[in-house]
């Protein structure tokens, strides 16, 4: 799993905004894919706290501590 950064633009406004992602890979037949499994909002983390943090949520689903 992987905290993916989206950015996303107003057209009418031209202002640009980005939220983030927890996004799961997988393997299918046709080749690697990419399932998101949670919105995250907009997070105010540096790019190194990202990556710990989807290995927390991970923790958690997984139920490990």
Do not use: C, W
């Amino acid at each position: 799993m992987f905290i993916r950064r989206v950015r996303k633009k107003d057209h009418q406004t031209g202002t640009t905004y980005f939220y983030h992602q927890l996004v799961e890979s997988y393997r299918t037949p046709k080749g690697p894919r990419q399932r998101t499994l949670l919105n995250l909002g907009k997070l105010d983390l540096e790019p190194k706290q990202l990556k710990g943090l989807a290995n927390r949520i991970e923790e958690i689903l997984t139920g490990q501590r």
